[in-house]
């Protein structure tokens, strides 16, 4: 019985090894990945649950919320960060070739481009491979006779690279464009830009004390290593934008290096623009919620009506970063108070250090090309839910990871069910419901309703 002792113990080994420490330091660190709004688009696997349905259900009709694709530049970041840096260094009579770390300043120049806003090569690209990825996730839905997108060109830009990766003939799908008014209430695609109660600029404040603190020591390190550049803390934070902007423009960056900035410090990077998007389109501020509740009253209405009432069972529209994060309020999800037992929400982001363990990270919430999905499934062959009366379920996926409503997921892998989900939506309308009361709207014409997708909006055909 030698034989099988020896075995034994070599058949162990390999199943032991797997739960030691490895030998050699596996970790690794990617900047792009903490870039917030600048974030190339990624899916994070944050939670890293399968993105395919449950088993047993095939999902029958599907909405999608997109941030448009990767841009040049953001008008306030160019004004703010990106230019005065580029111009500053430009002037500048430092001999960077004589400083290693920061040689590559010698020969960087900013990337030569047209006009600012508009989408890079990169997101043309990348907007259409998620129109192939979608296509592939739905291979026995429609394809869609619409697609909505806000009226900015890097919207209707980035729908149009979403609508070529997804037809196969041209000209079989239309863009339907919704004005950006300020005054159209919440009936379009950029609900905050017409809620007075919403200023772009909140949180700055807050994020600005943090920006403050964690630049004080790179500060103190430029200034060791150029004395004569006059660093200051909006120089830091327009070469960690840098790396995003030069690597969607161009391919790469030399400011992502993890030699220019640790680690930690591009963490510190993210925590500052967390907290900016925390009071500027979440938790911490109390309008996101009456601002994301439209969107997804009008898009549950749209899921649960009858399919022969629908000529498409695919919904695809392009906003501006500012809508989905305050639709992931709507819905409850990312709130670092969850379990908490506490609603201290402010208190969860605090201004003198990282809350590591936080829920709310933009570079998850809100990358380029950011997508929130509602899907609608038919779960009647799915183990334990064959018998129930109504085989209808909702899951909601951000950046294609499946997620959990906090008050409702009583179906297959904690998706919701049908009339769980009309009670939902009962519970966040009573909660956040009153677009026009909660924005304090100065103009008379407001309405409170999202109704988009019921009028018969006609949009032009995007050929190739
Ligand atoms: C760069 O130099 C020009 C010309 O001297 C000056 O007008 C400009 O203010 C300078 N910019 C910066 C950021 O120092
Ligand atoms: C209110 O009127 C303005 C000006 O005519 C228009 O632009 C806007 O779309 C209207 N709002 C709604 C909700 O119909
Ligand atoms: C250094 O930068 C600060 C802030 O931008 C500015 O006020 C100051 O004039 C600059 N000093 C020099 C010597 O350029
Ligand atoms: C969080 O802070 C913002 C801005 O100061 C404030 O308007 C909001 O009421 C605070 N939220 C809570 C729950 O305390
Ligand atoms: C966030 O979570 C806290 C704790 O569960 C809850 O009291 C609060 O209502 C939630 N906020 C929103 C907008 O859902
Ligand atoms: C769900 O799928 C089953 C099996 O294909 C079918 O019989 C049933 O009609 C479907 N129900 C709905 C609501 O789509
Ligand atoms: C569903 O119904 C079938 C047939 O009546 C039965 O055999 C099965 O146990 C039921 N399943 C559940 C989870 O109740
Ligand atoms: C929700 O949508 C339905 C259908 O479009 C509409 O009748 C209702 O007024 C909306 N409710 C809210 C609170 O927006
Ligand atoms: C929607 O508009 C198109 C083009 O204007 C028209 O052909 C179609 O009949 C309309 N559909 C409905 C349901 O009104």
Same mark, same amino acid.
């Given at each position: 019985?030698?034989?099988?002792?020896?075995?034994?113990?070599?058949?162990?080994?390999?199943?032991?090894?797997?739960?030691?420490?490895?030998?050699?330091?596996?970790?690794?660190?990617? !900047?792009?990945?903490?870039?917030?709004?600048?974030?190339?688009?990624?899916?994070?696997?944050?939670?890293?649950?399968?993105?395919?349905?449950?088993?047993?259900?095939?999902?029958?009709?599907?909405?999608?919320?997109?941030?448009?694709?990767?841009?040049?530049?953001?008008?306030?970041?160019?004004?703010?960060?990106?230019?005065?840096?580029?111009?500053?260094?430009?002037?500048?009579?430092?001999?960077? &070739?004589?400083? !290693?770390?920061?040689?590559?300043?010698?020969?960087?120049?900013?990337?030569?481009?047209?006009?600012?806003?508009?989408?890079?090569?990169?997101?043309?690209?990348?907007?259409?491979?998620?129109?192939?990825?979608?296509?592939?996730?739905?291979? %026995?839905?429609?394809?869609?006779?619409?697609?909505?997108?806000?009226?900015?060109?890097?919207?209707?830009?980035?729908?149009?690279?979403?609508?070529?990766?997804?037809?196969?003939?041209?000209? %079989?799908?239309?863009?339907?464009?919704?004005?950006?008014?300020?005054?159209?209430?919440?009936?379009?695609?950029?609900? *905050?830009?017409?809620?007075?109660?919403?200023?772009?600029?909140?949180?700055?404040?807050? &994020?600005?004390?943090?920006?403050?603190?964690? %630049?004080?020591?790179?500060?103190?390190? @430029?200034?060791?290593?150029? !004395?004569?550049?006059?660093?200051?803390?909006?120089?830091?934070?327009?070469?960690?934008?840098?790396?995003?902007?030069?690597?969607?423009?161009?391919?790469?960056?030399?400011?992502?290096?993890? &030699?220019?900035?640790?680690?930690?410090?591009?963490?510190?990077?993210?925590?500052?623009?967390?907290?900016?998007?925390?009071?500027?389109?979440? *938790?911490?501020?109390?309008?996101?919620?009456?601002?994301?509740?439209?969107?997804?009253?009008?898009?549950?209405?749209?899921?649960?009506?009858?399919?022969?009432?629908?000529?498409?069972?695919?919904?695809?529209?392009?906003?501006?970063?500012?809508?989905?994060?305050?639709?992931?309020?709507?819905?409850?999800?990312?709130?670092?108070?969850?379990?908490?037992?506490?609603?201290?929400?402010?208190?969860?982001?605090?201004?003198?250090?990282?809350?590591?363990?936080?829920?709310?990270?933009?570079?998850?919430?809100?990358?380029?090309?950011?997508?929130?999905?509602?899907?609608?499934?038919?779960?009647?062959? &799915?183990?334990?839910?064959?018998?129930?009366?109504?085989?209808?379920?909702?899951?909601?996926?951000?950046?294609?990871?499946?997620?959990?409503?906090?008050?409702?997921?009583?179906?297959?892998?904690?998706?919701?069910?049908?009339?769980?989900?009309?009670?939902?939506?009962?519970?966040? %309308?009573?909660? @956040?419901?009153?677009?026009?009361?909660?924005?304090?709207?100065?103009?008379?014409?407001?309405?409170?309703?999202?109704?988009?997708?019921?009028?018969?909006?006609?949009?032009?055909?995007?050929?190739?």
């Amino acid at each position: 019985m030698a034989f099988s002792l020896t075995t034994v113990v070599l058949l162990a080994i390999p199943a032991l090894a797997q739960t030691q420490q490895p030998l050699y330091s596996t970790y690794n660190f990617n !900047p792009l990945e903490h870039l917030a709004g600048i974030a190339p688009y990624f899916e994070p696997s944050d939670p890293p649950r399968d993105p395919a349905p449950p088993q047993g259900c095939e999902v029958t009709k599907a909405a999608y919320l997109v941030r448009h694709a990767a841009i040049n530049a953001n008008d306030f970041d160019y004004e703010s960060y990106l230019g005065p840096f580029a111009e500053k260094l430009e002037n500048s009579t430092v001999d960077w &070739s004589k400083i !290693p770390s920061l040689a590559f300043l010698d020969t960087w120049e900013p990337p030569t481009i047209k006009e600012e806003e508009r989408v890079t090569r990169t997101g043309k690209l990348e907007a259409g491979q998620l129109g192939v990825q979608i296509s592939y996730r739905y291979p %026995t839905l429609r394809l869609p006779k619409r697609v909505w997108a806000s009226s900015a060109e890097r919207t209707t830009v980035s729908a149009q690279g979403l609508i070529r990766g997804l037809e196969m003939e041209d000209n %079989t799908i239309d863009l339907v464009v919704i004005d950006e008014g300020k005054e159209g209430g919440a009936d379009s695609l950029t609900p *905050y830009s017409s809620c007075p109660a919403y200023s772009s600029s909140a949180g700055s404040k807050q &994020s600005s004390t943090y920006v403050k603190k964690y %630049t004080a020591p790179i500060l103190a390190r @430029l200034r060791t290593l150029a !004395p004569h550049f006059n660093w200051t803390s909006s120089d830091v934070v327009g070469m960690q934008e840098w790396c995003g902007y030069d690597t969607v423009t161009r391919g790469s960056s030399p400011f992502c290096s993890t &030699s220019l900035f640790r680690p930690d410090e591009w963490l510190q990077f993210e925590y500052a623009q967390d907290i900016q998007y925390h009071y500027n389109t979440g *938790y911490g501020n109390d309008v996101s919620g009456a601002i994301g509740l439209p969107w997804l009253n009008a898009t549950l209405n749209l899921l649960d009506s009858p399919l022969e009432n629908d000529d498409q069972d695919l919904f695809i529209s392009f906003t501006h970063r500012e809508l989905p994060p305050t639709v992931l309020v709507a819905m409850g999800l990312f709130n670092n108070s969850e379990h908490s037992g506490a609603n201290n929400v402010n208190a969860t982001m605090p201004l003198d250090r990282i809350n590591y363990h936080r829920q709310w990270v933009s570079s998850y919430i809100l990358p380029f090309l950011t997508n929130i999905a509602i899907e609608k499934m038919n779960c009647s062959a &799915s183990y334990g839910y064959e018998n129930v009366t109504d085989p209808t379920f909702y899951r909601v996926m951000v950046n294609q990871s499946p997620q959990t409503l906090p008050t409702c997921f009583d179906g297959p892998l904690e998706s919701c069910s049908a009339d769980g989900m009309a009670g939902f939506l009962k519970e966040r %309308t009573a909660m @956040l419901g009153g677009y026009s009361e909660k924005c304090g709207v100065d103009y008379d014409n407001s309405t409170d309703v999202l109704s988009i997708y019921s009028r018969n909006l006609t949009g032009k055909a995007v050929g190739r």
